[in-house]
């Protein structure tokens, strides 16, 4: 009903991490969830990471680091990545990986998955930095 066709459904078993949506502050795989759960709660995926029209820093450095391939995978990778950066907002390789190690990728090899999510995490400590300069 609302056109939101981002979220996949992948394996329907949580194994995939296709479906995975940010749900109360929190990474979620959705086919995990009943819909009456959902209501009240606050449940972010990925058409909701743009803001005014820009991409997020995370989209951006998926599409500047090939981040992705067939796409499948895409928004449940990018909606533990953003709640991931929440959570560590400077990650190593080996935490990056750690991370996401609940998504899963048949494309890629997960490299340039790692380049982009190392990308977006320079980008935004990059403009947090630049606002408290100027607060």
Known sequence: QLQQTGSHIGCETSHCGACTVDFNGESVKSCTLFAVQAQGAEVLTVEGLASNGELHPLQQ???????????????????????????????????????????????????????????????????????????
């Open 61 to 135: 450095a998926f599409m500047d680091e090939h981040g992705l391939q067939c796409g499948f995978c895409t928004p449940g990778m990018l909606m533990r990545s953003f709640r991931f950066l929440q959570e560590n907002p400077n990650p190593t390789e080996a935490e990056i990986r750690e991370g996401i190690s609940g998504n899963l990728c048949r494309c890629t090899g997960y490299q340039n998955i790692i380049k982009s999510i190392q990308k977006a995490a320079a980008v935004i400590n990059e403009s947090s930095h630049d606002e408290a300069k100027s607060a």
